[in-house]
């Protein structure tokens, strides 16, 4: 960068992260949220090809994590740069990110568009159930396997009951509201709510499935190569 160039840039991206009145602040002294703005505004000074970003937003509030998204945008489109970003939320990857890239401990597990990731792990509801009574869990999760005979559970609380069902077992949806509005009745069931999954549940699911694939393979010696997701 010229000389002459720079304070035109800094004013710029101090402006764009909200960092003005910071400018004559030492680094020493700033919150972990502006000290993390600080390192950021310092990747993309320059003409840069290639930046490389960890969890950049990690500490900043979510005004300050939105305006670092738009910095991103901005800064890559120009065609002759190129940048990675890993972070832990998909709502970031998907306003700054082109193609994704899952990793589960430590291994690559899949890589495509965001498009591809929606379509092969977004297409499940999210069924949350809270009971009064855990006494009944048991009948519960067995009426619950009558009405999505596919469903698997996820989590189970000292009151809560989570599961994960196929959009063939809940389509339509009307039925699937009036068996959970009698098992509300006769389960004496608090609340309960069926969402279709979202992008981050996707994930989560993804990487809780995988996990317990790995310990599996652990548990019984055995070694299986599997192949990336195109």
């Known amino acids: 960068m010229r000389r002459e160039d720079a304070a035109a840039a800094i004013s710029r991206i101090a402006k764009a992260l909200d960092l003005q009145k910071h400018l004559k602040t030492p680094a020493r002294r700033l919150s972990a949220g502006e000290a993390r703005k600080l390192c950021f505004a310092l990747s993309v000074l320059g003409d840069l090809r290639v930046m490389l970003w960890d969890e950049p937003s990690a500490g900043m509030d979510l005004k300050g994590q939105r305006r670092m998204r738009k910095v991103i945008q ?70 619950i396997l009558r009405f999505f005979p596919h469903a698997a559970r996820q989590e189970r609380t000292s009151s809560l009951l989570i599961y994960k069902i196929p959009m063939e077992d809940a389509l339509p949806l009307s039925q699937s509201f009036s068996k959970l509005e009698a098992a509300k009745q ?39 190569q599997r192949p990336l997701h195109p």
């Open 74 to 143: 901005t800064t890559m489109k120009s065609k002759e740069r190129a940048g990675i970003l890993s972070t832990r939320y998909l709502e970031e990857a998907a306003t700054t990110c082109d193609r994704v890239a899952v990793l589960v401990s430590g291994q690559l597990r899949y890589i495509g568009s965001l498009e591809d990731l929606k379509s092969k792990f977004g297409t499940t509801y999210h069924l949350e159930v809270k009971m009064t009574d855990m006494g009944q869990s048991d009948a519960l999760h067995a009426e």
């Open 186 to 224: 006769n389960f004496r069931l608090e609340e309960y709510s069926l969402s279709l999954n979202t992008l981050q549940q996707a994930f989560v699911d993804l990487t809780r499935d995988l996990e317990e694939h790995d310990l599996d393979v652990a548990s019984s010696g055995a070694v299986e």
